[in-house]
């Protein structure tokens, strides 16, 4: 069960959570219309603490304004744990917002139930500053104490590290304490995220003219919840047909082939907008065809092209839907001359440098 602490020390103990909360969250005004939040809780404690249920129901039971997010759906996560060691317990909760910035709280107390309560009471308050602080007994399992060793063995080593390491010990007799740590790092972890998008480009380095392209792309993020969150995606890009006239006739050129993006960093610019510099390498097939020209033949030839590129995301809070926008500077690696001979005129030869530009639409599978 889920007992509620002696009540000097569940004072002491709610007093530094309120004092905490407002600190970190500064000043806020109660609000009775404050909207619904999706939030996800993490819960994890030793045996012989409290349950999950018996955690959720502390955190539900003293705010409205929270409900527990659907799969996929964007939320606050609030990761909660709790390590015991003889005549103590600490505790910490670790926020992470829709803009990935983290924040930590943590709580020390003589007991896990004790601890517990304090973290409940502090995820509430960081959901809703409105959220009932009057104590909640709940009555629900709890988690199996391990068997005791036996009596011959010796004591096994106590490998739980402290939560809190600058901390001094605090004494069995003493009240909980509430310790503020904004800065702590959030827990290091890697969410796949796979993704498909459709585009449509501008490229000035396959055509005499402005070449229009259509691309279908299939990648994965791997979201760390910081810079280093790479993104790696195959583009598959064919090159709408296009003829050129020239004083010896006309041509018709075709193209169609593969990319790879790489781009290892995400700068998160807001909550909803992330910006990616990124590096491609693309192969794909050439093809010219002379048209009212004598003896008129077809030539395909290899195209190969490194590039560089800044893509924007920006997700309008449409289910998983995001928009993008592509710039790029492209260096084509092979550049093969299309004459008409006799005379042997150029009538197209692929330029050292060119740019294009891409807009594009997908979707996340979170």
Same mark, same amino acid.
């Given at each position: 069960?889920?007992?509620?602490?002696?009540?000097?020390?569940?004072?002491?103990?709610?007093?530094?959570?309120?004092?905490?909360?407002?600190?970190?969250?500064?000043?806020?005004?109660?609000?009775?219309?404050?909207?619904?939040?999706?939030?996800?809780?993490?819960?994890?404690?030793?045996?012989?603490?409290?349950?999950?249920?018996?955690?959720?129901?502390?955190?539900?039971?003293?705010?409205?304004?929270?409900?527990?997010?659907?799969?996929?759906?964007?939320?606050?996560?609030?990761?909660?744990?709790?390590?015991?060691?003889?005549?103590?317990?600490?505790?910490?909760?670790?926020?992470?917002?829709?803009?990935?910035?983290?924040?930590?709280?943590?709580?020390?107390?003589?007991?896990?139930?004790?601890?517990?309560?304090?973290?409940?009471?502090?995820?509430?308050?960081?959901?809703?500053?409105?959220?009932?602080?009057?104590?909640?007994?709940?009555?629900?399992?709890?988690?199996?104490?391990?068997?005791?060793?036996?009596?011959?063995?010796?004591?096994?080593?106590?490998?739980?590290?402290?939560?809190?390491?600058?901390?001094?010990?605090?004494?069995?007799?003493?009240?909980?304490?509430?310790?503020?740590?904004?800065?702590?790092?959030?827990?290091?972890?890697?969410?796949?995220?796979?993704?498909?998008?459709?585009?449509?480009?501008?490229?000035?380095?396959?055509?005499?003219?402005?070449?229009?392209?259509?691309? %279908?792309?299939?990648? +994965?993020?791997?979201?760390?919840?910081?810079?280093?969150? /790479?993104? @790696?995606? #195959? !583009? =598959? $890009?064919?090159?709408?047909?296009?003829?050129?006239?020239?004083?010896?006739?006309?041509?018709?050129?075709?193209?169609?082939?593969?990319?790879?993006?790489?781009?290892?960093?995400?700068?998160?610019?807001?909550?909803?907008?992330?910006?990616?510099?990124?590096?491609?390498?693309?192969?794909?097939?050439?093809?010219?065809?002379?048209?009212?020209?004598?003896?008129?033949?077809?030539?395909?030839? %290899?195209?190969?092209? +490194?590039?560089?590129?800044?893509?924007?995301?920006?997700? /309008?809070? @449409?289910? #998983? !839907? =995001? $928009?993008?926008?592509?710039?790029?500077?492209?260096?084509?690696?092979?550049?093969?001359?299309?004459?008409?001979?006799?005379?042997?005129?150029?009538?197209?030869?692929?330029?050292?440098?060119?740019?294009?530009?891409?807009?594009?639409?997908?979707?996340?599978?979170?």
């Amino acid at each position: 069960m889920l007992r509620l602490p002696k009540r000097a020390h569940a004072i002491g103990t709610l007093g530094c959570v309120v004092a905490l909360v407002l600190c970190g969250a500064g000043t806020l005004a109660a609000d009775e219309r404050l909207p619904m939040e999706a939030i996800r809780l993490r819960y994890e404690a030793p045996a012989g603490c409290p349950l999950t249920d018996a955690f959720s129901a502390q955190v539900f039971v003293r705010t409205t304004h929270a409900r527990v997010a659907a799969d996929g759906e964007r939320a606050r996560t609030f990761v909660v744990r709790i390590a015991v060691s003889p005549g103590k317990a600490d505790g910490q909760v670790t926020i992470r917002d829709l803009d990935d910035s983290v924040s930590t709280r943590k709580v020390r107390g003589r007991t896990c139930e004790e601890v517990a309560l304090a973290l409940a009471l502090v995820t509430a308050l960081a959901i809703d500053p409105t959220a009932s602080m009057s104590p909640v007994p709940t009555e629900l399992p709890q988690t199996p104490p391990p068997p005791p060793p036996p009596e011959d063995a010796a004591p096994e080593a106590d490998v739980q590290g402290p939560v809190d390491a600058g901390a001094r010990e605090v004494d069995a007799t003493t009240p909980p304490r509430v310790v503020s740590d904004a800065a702590a790092p959030a827990p290091a972890s890697v969410v796949p995220i796979p993704f498909a998008a459709a585009s449509i480009a501008a490229r000035t380095t396959l055509y005499p003219d402005v070449a229009a392209q259509g691309g %279908l792309a299939f990648g +994965v993020e791997l979201d760390r919840g910081g810079l280093l969150s /790479p993104e @790696v995606r #195959a !583009l =598959f $890009v064919g090159a709408f047909a296009d003829e050129a006239t020239t004083p010896l006739g006309r041509a018709r050129y075709t193209y169609i082939g593969g990319r790879v993006d790489a781009c290892p960093l995400r700068l998160r610019m807001a909550a909803v907008l992330d910006v990616r510099p990124c590096v491609a390498l693309e192969a794909g097939q050439f093809s010219a065809r002379g048209l009212d020209i004598g003896d008129a033949q077809r030539s395909s030839k %290899l195209w190969l092209e +490194v590039a560089a590129l800044a893509r924007a995301r920006y997700r /309008p809070g @449409v289910g #998983a !839907l =995001f $928009v993008e926008l592509d710039t790029s500077l492209e260096i084509p690696l092979i550049r093969d001359r299309y004459i008409v001979d006799p005379p042997g005129a150029v009538i197209f030869r692929a330029p050292p440098l060119g740019v294009s530009g891409a807009i594009g639409v997908g979707w996340e599978w979170r």
